[in-house]
Every structure is written in structure tokens, then in C-alpha cells.
């Protein structure tokens, strides 16, 4: 078995061979994905209190690591069961009680989210048993104590002048004694990357983590101690109907973004899953914070049965016969909005039209509101709260003023650009869902994304991206299981103006001498991959700017007079 981001030449899914399936190649060079764990990592990192711990070798753990760190630029823990010889043959059943022993006296997590790497998966490790009989010895172990854990915690801390309790070794002797601290809730996920993509590993661990937590009461996990002051700060009481939104694999700042567009409305009460806009994107800290501040809390999480209503973002995501919105609708009854990542402004005009449906009153309650507070003001500028505007299909749209002015905003820079970008191609790479939504977006801009790739093969990209934008079938191509060696033969025929995708593809828009619109995952070349946005009209505001410029200065670098007025 040859790991699809250590080795060049992965071998193929062995779910497909390529004589059934020859739109699919053999092999792949330089996949347009990554290792489906690491998706997983993300989404646990999103998550307040929690430890990601990969049940496999430590390079998995140490590979993922640095991915994640070079794009996020924070430090990122991630636990390892740490696989040798024997556990490979013998099992990581010991592995796995050891390091999670070890990731509770060291951080004394909320919840430890466990993702089982190639190696785990190919030997057919029994996780839930694995898990099951950890939770039959703690609770073993705690009896044995007769304390809830706080004691013993104060005393192996007491001998410890550092403060930081040592790790337990692999012999049971040394296990016992050390006992239990609290219990964490475990969330495992299936993350066999030689079948799957970083953001399948990512909306596989979001699935877990509703199914495992939504609807049970406090159960095992015991308190990290007082949440950060941030997330205090955020959290409503439980008891109080709120939103759930699966933004999906986005930035931090596109999180951000997301809470206010929907604070807009009156939704203040929102529960983004996973949320790591702090975790992932903090401030500088005077003092290392072992558990970096943020994410959706667990209470949260157990609230979703409760939730009003929920939002999944994904033109292919919307597909899945199984994700995290699907459960809450078909567990609980909870109203599913299954829309396209909100870039462009028929993307944002329907995720508008979902918050208006969830919320219809809103609207008329502020305009109510603002005309008894102060009349005088709305009369002085002579706008309301909310304004009326009319999407591509005809259909009124009832809007917040601060959000028409973006979306007309938008519109504007649309026709300012036109010129600039009538005709131009662009070759998309990268999650599924990402290059759906950019696709969708460029042709409302004029141009054409002539070849659409991605790593997934799940066999709904083409119908999702014709279905939110029909005028681009018969006009582009989309290639599912894609590769940058699949991607550059097809370069010479398209000749693309501009490619957008991660920094995987530089090299390429390099050879090619054409620019490159850094967005999704991996950005490792630049400062502030953290910090892209792209969702909402703000968001799209800034990708569409990012375009037309980087066309404009190809243009004038490649241009013998060296025009500076374009
Ligand atoms: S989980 Fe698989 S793809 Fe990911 S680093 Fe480990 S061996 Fe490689």
C-alpha cells in the first residue's frame, strides 16, 4: 500500500479498477486531495476542549501536522497511537488504551476525536469494541479510586514541579496506578485514505460528531474546567432554539464572516460545527495555551437534536444520501437547507432566501423596531433596516441594508469588470465543494472555467455544478479523481488564462506562465491562507477583486509597452 501524499504514484482506490472504469486512470501523479485523516484533524480542531488522535504510525500524525501548521500558521497538536512492528501485527488495541491515557493527563480534553489512519484501517482494527472496552476499564478504574478524578488529578500534578504530568509508558504496571483523571466523550471516524479525501475525512468526522453527541445528555464527559473567556462570552444557554450551520471545509475568517452575515438577520444564535475561526486563527498569546480558546462547545453539540432548523453548505455535499444535516432532519425532525458554498451572488441570494424562510418575521420586527427607536434617523438616510431586491429567477428578496449594499456592491464590480473578463478561462482544482461553488460563481463573472477537477470520486460534481448553473453544460469539462499530472495534459488544448486552486498548483500555473488565485487547502506559499475569504457577497467581493486583478497584471507584465492605465 503506497500512502497518496508520502508517495508520488499512489495506488488507485481499490474499489475501482480501471478496465471498469476508464474515465478513471491507474494511477495518479500529484492528486488534487489529501489524506482523508487530515480532514478529520480539522474538523476535531473545531471542536472546544478536544485532542484529534490518529490511531496509526506516528508519520501520519507528524505529516499531518505539518500540513496543517504550514497553512494555518498556529500550533497544532495532534496524538498518535504511535503503531510499531508488533501493534501492526498484533493489534493497536494497547496503542490506543496507553494513548489515551496519555492525551487525558496531558490535556485533559473535553472529548478525544480518533481517526484511523491506512495502516489501522487495512488491518480491520474493531474500533468500537476498542473504544467500548476503554470506557468498561475506566469506569473500572474510577470505582477502584472512589474519586471523581479531581484528587488524584492534584496529587500526580503535586509531584510534577513543572506542572505537566508524564506520559504513562506502554506497561500496564504503570497504567494502573496512574489512574483515571476524567473521562472524555471518544468520537471515532472511519478515515481510510486510500479510499477518501481530506474533505470526505472532514464532513465524515462532522457526521460523527452530531451522531455521536446530539440528543444525549452530559453523560461521561466531565468538565475541562471554565471555558475560555471568548466562548463564554458566545454561548447561550442550551434551552434557547438556535441555528445549526455546517459551513463545511472554510477558512477562519470566512467563520467569522458566516456569524455576521447570519447576525444580520437576528440570528445571533447560531451553532457553526465545526467552528475553529479562533482555534485555528488566534491571537499571540503571553503564555502557550496547550488548548488553544474556541470552537463549538460540547453542549452545543448535544443541543443540535433541538435546533431549529440547519443549514449544510456543499453543491456536492447536497447529494450525500449520509451527512450531519441528514441525521438531525431524519433523528430529530430538524429542518434541513441543503444549499452550495455561498460565492457569487446566486449562491448568496439562496442562502438568503433559507434565512429569510427561517426567520420571516425578522424583517418586519427591526423595520418596527428601528421606526419606534428612532424615526428620525431611518427618515435622515432615508433607508430601512431591510431593503427588497430581485435575484436572477425573479423572485423578491428581502434583505438587511448592510447586506443589499454588499450584494449591490458586487453587482456593480461585476459590470465594472466585464471587459476584463469576457472570454478568459480558468482551470479550478481542489474539495469538491470548493471548485462546485467557484464554477458556479465564474459564470456569472464571463468566465468560462473550461476544465473543473477535484480529487473526490463520488460522481456528483458534474451534476451538481449543471444543476446550480446550467448554462455551463456542454462548455466545460469536469474530472473527478483528478491528478496535476491528468490536469497539465489537458493544459496545452485549454490554455487557460489563470488557474484557481491551492498552492499545489504553482509549479503548473508557473510552467504555463499564467497567474494563480491561491484558495482552499493547502496554501503553503503564502501568509494568510487563514484569513481568505469567500463566502457571503463580502467574501465573493474579495475572490472576484483577487481575479481580475491577477489578470490585470499578467496583462500588463506580459505587455511590450507596459501599459499602466488598464
Ligand atoms: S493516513 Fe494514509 S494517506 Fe494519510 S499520511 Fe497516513 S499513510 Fe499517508
Not at 400 to 410: D, K, S, V, Y
Request: net charge negative; aromatic share 6%.
Amino acid at each position: 500500500m503506497s500512502c497518496p501524499n508520502c508517495s508520488p504514484f499512489p495506488a488507485p482506490s481499490s474499489e475501482f479498477t480501471p478496465s471498469e472504469h476508464p474515465e478513471f486512470p491507474s494511477g495518479s501523479t500529484n492528486p488534487c486531495k489529501l489524506c482523508t485523516p487530515l480532514g478529520a484533524c480539522l474538523a476535531f480542531k473545531g471542536i472546544a476542549g478536544t485532542v484529534p488522535l490518529l490511531h496509526g504510525s506516528q508519520g501520519c500524525a507528524t505529516y499531518i501536522r505539518r500540513y496543517l501548521i504550514s497553512h494555518f500558521r498556529e500550533p497544532i497538536d495532534i496524538a498518535s497511537t504511535n503503531f510499531s512492528e508488533d501493534s501492526a501485527v498484533f493489534g493497536g488495541r494497547k496503542n490506543l488504551h496507553t494513548a489515551l491515557d496519555n492525551v487525558g493527563r496531558q490535556y485533559r480534553p473535553v472529548l478525544v476525536g480518533i481517526a484511523t489512519t491506512c495502516l489501522s484501517e487495512t488491518m480491520g482494527e474493531n474500533m468500537p469494541m476498542l473504544i467500548g472496552e476503554y470506557r468498561t476499564e475506566c469506569g473500572m478504574r474510577n470505582a477502584e479510586c472512589g474519586t471523581d478524578g479531581a484528587t488524584e488529578e492534584l496529587s500526580a500534578g503535586a509531584s510534577d514541579t513543572t506542572g505537566v504530568v508524564p506520559f504513562a509508558s506502554d506497561s500496564e504496571s504503570i497504567r494502573t496506578p496512574q489512574s483515571e483523571f476524567r473521562n472524555p466523550e471518544l468520537v471515532h471516524v472511519s478515515t481510510p485514505s486510500f479510499k477518501g479525501t481530506h474533505a470526505e475525512g472532514f464532513h465524515a468526522a462532522v457526521r460523527a460528531l452530531v451522531e455521536t453527541l446530539a440528543g444525549t445528555s452530559d453523560g461521561r464527559a466531565g468538565p475541562l474546567g471554565p471555558p475560555s473567556e471568548r466562548t463564554a462570552q458566545r454561548s447561550v444557554p442550551t434551552s434557547e432554539a438556535r441555528l445549526a450551520l455546517f459551513p463545511g471545509m472554510v477558512s477562519p475568517a470566512d467563520l467569522r464572516h458566516l456569524r455576521d452575515f447570519c447576525a444580520a438577520w437576528g440570528e445571533a444564535t447560531i451553532t457553526l460545527v465545526p467552528d475553529y475561526a479562533e482555534t485555528l486563527d488566534g491571537p499571540s498569546w503571553s503564555e502557550f495555551e496547550r488548548m488553544p480558546h474556541g470552537g463549538t462547545t460540547i453542549e452545543e453539540l448535544r443541543a443540535l437534536g433541538r435546533a431549529t432548523a440547519a443549514l449544510e453548505f456543499g453543491h456536492s455535499l447536497a447529494a450525500a444520501p449520509a451527512t450531519a444535516g441528514t441525521h438531525l432532519n431524519k433523528k430529530f425532525g430538524v429542518r434541513l437547507h441543503r444549499l452550495g458554498l455561498p460565492i457569487g451572488v446566486r449562491a448568496n441570494d439562496a442562502f438568503c432566501a433559507a434565512l429569510s424562510e427561517r426567520c420571516p418575521e425578522v424583517g418586519a420586527s427591526l423595520l418596527a423596531k428601528a421606526d419606534a427607536e428612532s424615526p428620525a434617523s431611518r427618515l435622515l438616510h432615508g433607508k430601512p433596516l431591510f431593503c427588497t431586491a430581485v435575484d436572477s429567477s425573479g423572485r423578491e428578496l428581502r434583505l438587511p441594508a448592510r447586506i443589499a449594499a454588499e450584494r449591490g456592491r458586487l453587482i456593480d464590480s461585476y459590470v465594472d469588470a466585464h471587459k476584463y473578463l469576457a472570454g478568459k478561462k480558468a482551470i479550478v482544482y481542489g474539495e469538491d465543494d470548493l471548485v462546485a461553488g467557484i464554477a458556479v460563481f465564474l459564470a456569472e463573472t464571463g468566465i468560462t472555467p473550461v476544465l473543473v477537477a477535484s480529487g473526490e470520486r463520488n460522481r456528483r460534481l458534474a451534476d451538481a455544478i449543471f444543476a446550480a448553473a446550467p448554462e455551463l453544460r456542454d462548455r466545460i469539462e469536469v474530472r473527478e479523481g483528478s491528478d496535476f499530472g491528468d490536469i497539465g495534459t489537458r493544459i496545452a488544448e485549454l490554455k487557460p488564462d489563470l488557474l484557481i486552486g491551492s498552492s499545489k498548483g504553482y509549479k503548473l500555473a508557473r510552467s504555463l506562465n499564467v497567474p494563480l488565485v491561491r484558495c482552499g487547502f493547502p496554501v503553503h506559499d503564502r501568509l494568510g491562507a487563514q484569513r481568505i475569504q469567500l463566502l457571503g457577497y463580502a467574501g465573493t467581493q474579495q475572490l472576484f477583486d483577487r481575479i481580475v486583478n491577477a489578470l490585470l497584471e499578467a496583462k500588463q507584465e506580459h505587455s511590450d509597452i507596459g501599459y499602466a492605465y488598464l
